[in-house]
């Protein structure tokens, strides 16, 4: 049950040990972040629970599974938010998630930089139309062939990219693959593309190829509608941090906490 009241509509502002009580039980923690915003307003807390939770309360991806996205989304290059990190990660490990886990989410994220060089290729294959035309056709189809088996479909900016070097593209599969093969793998594909799903669709990040790309190979491994889109609705709440981070430098500046 919702527990906000709309401030504009005239509604009583929410109890704030109810508020506290409430979030405790639906997230399963509470901090001083969360105190601090509570002082601020009990609403605006009432609000970010409902929220935050609304697809985690919907139940299409487990609780285990949703902390290893928000740790993925908190190591990014992009965001690098160590309170974050630490809480989440302190969650998940309280839930049983193994070391070799964690460190499989943070081995799939340091892989988002290949779109550094999807951007790249793209931009000389336009400007250097005749660029990778003499690349070995073998390596090229052997790229394509690794490509497939991990993410499905070949998508257009893939196909130019392999193109104009499919031994580095080879050499990053081998690196993207590692988290789901060998012996210290600790994510099944579909979850290693739900993961890097979050990570190119945060909002530090932005990515609509990547955000594509992963979308496709999740639903190609095994992936629900449901999944993918819980994804999207679970970390769009990440915004929170801009409260994290600001509020208690404004309260510092304004003298709230002398």
């Avoid at 399963?28 to 409902?50: K, T």
């Avoid at 993961?195 to 992936?223: F, P, W």
């Avoid at 994804?231 to 409260?243: F, N, T, Y």
């Amino acid at each position: 049950m919702a527990i906000a009241s709309d401030p504009t509509a005239g509604g009583a502002t929410p109890d704030p040990d109810h508020v506290r009580d409430e979030f405790r039980r639906r997230r399963g923690h509470w901090h001083d972040d969360w105190e601090a915003m509570l002082v601020y307003s009990p609403a605006y807390v009432a609000a970010y629970l409902d929220f935050s939770v609304y697809a985690a309360e919907r139940g299409a991806l487990t609780p285990r599974f949703i902390e290893l996205l928000y740790v993925a989304t908190n190591c990014t290059p992009t965001h690098m938010f160590d309170r974050g990190l630490r809480n989440h990660a302190r969650q998940a490990l309280a839930m049983g998630v193994t070391r070799d886990e964690l460190l499989s989410v943070a081995a799939t994220v340091s892989a988002m930089g290949i779109h550094s060089y999807l951007l790249t290729a793209q931009a000389v294959a336009d400007l250097v139309p005749e660029a990778g035309t003499e690349a070995d056709p073998h390596a090229i189809q052997r790229a394509f062939d690794a490509h497939a088996a991990l993410f499905g479909e070949v998508l257009d900016d893939v196909d130019v990219a392999v193109r104009v070097d499919p031994n580095f593209y080879l050499h990053w599969l081998d690196f993207v693959a590692a988290p789901v093969r060998g012996a210290k793998a600790g994510l099944s594909a579909k979850e290693a593309h739900l993961i890097s799903l979050a990570v190119h669709a945060q909002c530090t990040q932005l990515n609509a190829a990547g955000v594509r790309h992963h979308a496709r190979a999740a639903i190609a491994h095994g992936a629900s509608v449901e999944e993918v889109l819980d994804v999207g609705r679970l970390i769009s709440s990440m915004g929170i941090h801009a409260m994290v981070f600001a509020l208690p430098i404004i309260n510092d500046l304004t003298g709230l906490d002398s």
